[in-house]
């Protein structure tokens, strides 16, 4: 089971980015994928999760980030629009195992984990 996240970069706020997070080993379809960001010297902290036709979002993204999944090619995306320099963080892209959904935001119910992309939110 491998997930590799991919997309980050440096962009300028308001800008946009689209990041990736590919899986092999497994079916994405079969599980809940959650994407968390992590700044310096703050905890770990659930972006949005995607399951079953079901989507999640933390507060402070709803309305400028969409989740979304392409099953044919075993991906899931994460499009960030209107960032601001707040949402600078590695993010972090994980298969969860049986979860509540009120519990998506939850590191400990995620087995897997991609390696982090960086965003960098910055004029």
């Known amino acids: 089971v491998q997930l590799q996240a991919s997309g980050g970069g440096l962009v300028q706020p308001g800008g946009s980015l689209r990041l990736s997070c590919a899986a092999s080993?497994?079916?994405?379809?079969?599980?809940?994928i959650g994407w968390f960001r992590q700044a310096p010297g703050k905890e770990r902290e659930g972006v949005s999760f995607?399951?079953?036709?079901?989507?999640f979002y933390t507060n402070s993204v709803e309305d400028r980030f969409t989740i979304s999944r392409d099953n044919a090619k075993n991906t899931v995306y994460l499009q960030m629009n209107s960032l601001k320099a707040e949402d600078t963080a590695v993010y972090y892209c994980?298969?969860?195992?049986?979860?509540?959904?009120?519990?998506?935001?939850?590191?400990?119910?995620?087995?897997?984990w991609g390696q982090g992309t960086l965003v960098t939110v910055s004029s």
């Open positions: 995607i399951n079953v036709g079901r989507k």
């Open positions: 994980a298969r969860a195992s049986r979860l509540p959904f009120s519990l998506w935001r939850t590191p400990s119910y995620y087995t897997y």
């Open positions: 080993g497994f079916a994405l379809d079969d599980y809940g």
